[in-house]
């Protein structure tokens, strides 16, 4: 290792608190430094004009690496450097009196060490990634026509693939659009005309994704239809569907045929979605304008908490609430769940009738299942999404992004998060294509990720359990298992490096020897 | 007074910002950097034990509030381990403290500070303790053995299996169980330390017990468990009493 500079700076009550001549005397006592320099400022153009030529590994003692790190980056130019920071954690905290120059003296010898044991080839903490401007788009429905449509008019290549043979997802199930009251099919081809001939986004229908990995420009995606291509970024815009339930079909008919006979029933199951019961009641008020004399019931288990707002609102519109199941059961055709034209909207639902005792009714019959995500499990295990128990794609590292970012290039889009509203769904997609060409205009730079040692590993799956990025992998070898890195995915968190059993992961940019020098660093002080 | 600090980047925000509201704290805790602090290794903190730390304080992301998910709890985890063993090898558990600070809770932090080296004074400086200094020294060589050691790196890296996730029959073990039998694992392998630590010259078991103050059918039964494992071995017999020394794989 060649020898180390020390520069530091006096601004900012440094020299105040700190003695500055001390710290000079020690540090030029120790072999592995060339020179000690104290300068006025190191932020200034004196400084910079003073380091211009200098060459070799920089220690800069002066301020925060938030506020000031770039200064020192350009300070540096390509030369490694540490920023040991005298101001906010030791200057401005300690009096001389009380020891502010010893701690300075430990802090400096920290940073000197973590320094001196870097791996020079690797002191580049990011290294810039080239994405390829080429986008994946999973599912058509509203997000993913939305998302595609703005990504194309932006310039961007985009390739929209969808499982089933049509497009249009959600919209294709219901007649309006809630809780707008657009009409469904003319946002459907608000968002479609035009997509394929003149906007040039290549629609690959009845095709799933298969496998991904990750690549040089991005990820390569393995499709159904044996296409293999390299992707810059991918949407996920997969949706979500109802289980055991029919609102949408009823949706569609009503809207359809525009009237049907007789009572409503909403029957709700337990663990409806709040969406679906908000969806629900929202068709209820729309029908009770329609037919001021019929009878509307809501039966609703007593697990299904109901708010205040849809008690009140029940009340106002004459709409009733029964907790409990149905009483009599169901019996007849459920004409909602066909699509069939010439189907009346009719069922024959057995309920006390109001006050006296039991018969049957004809009427519509409803029923409110669970909404659950669209995405299979082995889609989402490909992506390294974790889902939650309904299907949906839980929201990652929410502290340092907006919700649509899962991984570096990978976004989630729309109803695959949770179920909300059209508009918001496809406000979201507008929002991600942004993001995805800010993306890709801004050059992104990445961490190098945790580094694996195949030879030491044991296969003990410790890291591929614990990471909350699925960024490391345990595969099956002739031998047992081995875990592999995928560098794309890492944060360098170092949870699994400080757990692993065996010492095998290491960290490129702060290892385990780097830590190490440094409590031996601090110790000796 | 020593502490050693660890101090993930999100944490650091509070440290920063109790510079720039200039609330005074100890000089003598400098901190370690750390991504996120669930980058903590028992081993660091036993390093720094060894360097003559005399506290080790950790400034963590609030609870739910890791930036990088589940880091902080495995890092509490990780820092009870810490405190368990500390008491194990007759040393003061409260010679670890932590705090949760956000970016803002720069009032806080320096509070818990001040307090954690206020308690650290008047347990006093750790060579200053009752022991003397080349027994701490030996405690914590056992200690460092502990938390080196694949077996019990390997058991502690297991909680997420055995306790939260469970096997394939959703056969969970209950946390209390956990974590009384990893307390007794840390236990047999720093008392199989202190022994390894004197068997480095060929001892008898008796010697070995004077000098580590384990009992001596105590010390037999875990050297006899010690050469099963191939980590100590049969060295000779003098005076009709078998002496072992610790086996130094390449």
Not at chain 1, 404 to 421: C, K, L, N
Not at chain 2, 19 to 42: E, K, V, W
Not at chain 2, 130 to 138: I, Q, S, W
Not at chain 2, 232 to 247: F, G, H, N, T
Request: proline share 4%; charged share 25%; aromatic share 8%.
């Amino acid at each position: 290792m060649e020898k180390v500079k020390i520069f530091l700076c006096q601004g900012c009550e440094i020299s105040q608190k700190i003695d500055l001549e001390k710290l000079k005397k020690h540090f030029n006592s120790l072999a592995q430094v060339q020179s000690v320099e104290i300068l006025a400022q190191l932020g200034d153009g004196a400084a910079r004009e003073h380091l211009n030529g200098v060459e070799g590994a920089l220690l800069f003692g002066a301020c925060d690496e938030r506020t000031h790190g770039s200064i020192f980056e350009n300070l540096a130019r390509s030369n490694p450097y540490q920023l040991v920071n005298l101001r906010e954690r030791c200057a401005w905290v300690h009096d001389a009196d009380t020891g502010a120059t010893e701690k300075a003296i430990r802090l400096l010898s920290m940073g000197l060490a973590e320094l001196t044991t870097r791996n020079t080839q690797k002191h580049l903490t990011e290294w810039d990634l080239d994405l390829l401007h080429r986008v994946l788009v999973i599912g058509a429905g509203p997000a993913g026509l939305a998302c595609a449509r703005a990504l194309a008019e932006q310039g961007i290549d985009v390739v929209l693939i969808e499982k089933s043979n049509r497009l249009g997802g959600t919209l294709r199930r219901t007649r309006t659009v809630w809780p707008s009251g657009e009409d469904s099919e003319k946002l459907l081809h608000r968002l479609y005309d035009g997509l394929q001939d003149k906007l040039h986004v290549t629609v690959y229908q009845e095709t799933e994704l298969v496998n991904l990995e990750e690549s040089l420009h991005g990820y390569e995606v393995k499709l159904s239809n044996d296409a293999e291509e390299e992707m810059g970024a991918i949407v996920v815009a997969t949706g979500m569907r109802e289980v055991s339930g029919n609102l949408f079909e009823f949706e569609y008919r009503w809207r359809d045929r525009g009237k049907f006979r007789g009572p409503l029933a909403f029957e709700v199951k337990e663990g409806v979605h709040p969406f679906l019961l908000e969806t629900a009641f929202w068709d209820a008020v729309m029908l009770r304008h329609e037919k001021p004399e019929e009878r509307i019931v809501f039966f609703v288990p007593e697990s299904v908490v109901l708010s205040e707002g849809f008690k009140e609102g029940a009340e106002k519109h004459n709409i009733e609430i029964i907790r409990g199941s149905i009483p009599g059961g169901v019996r007849g055709v459920t004409g909602v769940m066909s699509l069939r034209p010439d189907r009346k909207l009719r069922v024959i639902v057995k309920m006390p009738r109001r006050g006296t005792g039991v018969t049957g009714w004809k009427g519509a019959h409803v029923k409110l299942g669970k909404l659950v995500g669209n995405l299979s499990e082995n889609l989402a295990q490909a992506l390294r999404i974790p889902q939650d128990t309904n299907g949906y794609l839980a929201q990652r590292r929410y502290r340092i992004r907006s919700r649509d970012v899962v991984h570096p290039g990978i976004f989630v889009v729309g109803g695959a998060h949770t179920p909300m509203p059209m508009e918001e769904t496809i406000n979201h997609a507008f929002v991600v294509a942004a993001r995805i060409k800010a993306l890709f205009d801004s050059k992104p730079k990445r961490l190098p990720g945790a580094e694996i040692d195949s030879e030491c590993c044991i296969g003990c799956g410790y890291c591929a359990a614990v990471c909350p990025y699925g960024a490391p992998i345990l595969e099956r070898t002739d031998t047992g298992h081995k875990a592999r890195m995928s560098p794309r995915f890492c944060t360098l968190c170092g949870l699994c490096i400080a757990g692993c059993p065996v010492f095998a992961i290491s960290d490129p940019v702060k290892s385990r020897e780097s830590i190490k020098a440094q409590i031996d660093a601090w110790g000796k002080v | 007074m020593k502490i050693l600090g660890f101090t993930c980047d999100w944490a650091g925000f509070a440290l920063d910002y109790a510079g720039m509201q200039r609330m005074s704290y100890p000089a003598d805790i400098a901190f370690i950097n750390l991504r996120c602090s669930a980058r903590f290794d028992l081993a660091d903190g036993v390093q720094a034990l060894s360097k003559g730390a005399d506290g080790l304080f950790f400034a963590l992301c609030p609870l739910g509030d890791c930036h990088y998910e589940p880091g902080n709890h495995h890092v509490l985890a990780r820092i009870n381990h810490l405190a368990d063993l500390l008491e194990i090898a007759g040393l003061r558990r409260d010679r670890v403290a932590f705090y949760h600070a956000d970016t803002t809770y720069a009032f806080g932090l320096a509070q818990a500070i001040n307090g954690f080296e206020e308690k650290l004074k008047e347990f006093g400086t750790l060579s200053s303790q009752a022991l003397g200094r080349p027994e701490l020294v030996l405690r914590v060589a056992a200690m460092k053995r502990v938390c080196t050691s694949e077996p019990v790196r390997w058991i502690l890296s297991k909680e997420l299996e055995l306790v939260r996730k469970g096997n394939v029959f959703d056969e969970k073990l209950d946390p209390q169980d956990y974590d009384t039998m990893i307390k007794h694992i840390l236990r047999e392998e720093y008392e199989k330390g202190l022994i390894l630590e004197n068997l480095k010259e060929p001892c008898s078991a008796v010697d070995v017990a004077e000098a580590t103050g384990i009992t001596a059918h105590r010390v037999f039964e875990l050297i006899v468990e010690l050469e099963r494992e191939t980590r100590a071995r049969l060295d000779k017999i003098r005076k009709e009493r078998p002496l072992y020394v610790e086996v130094v794989d390449g």
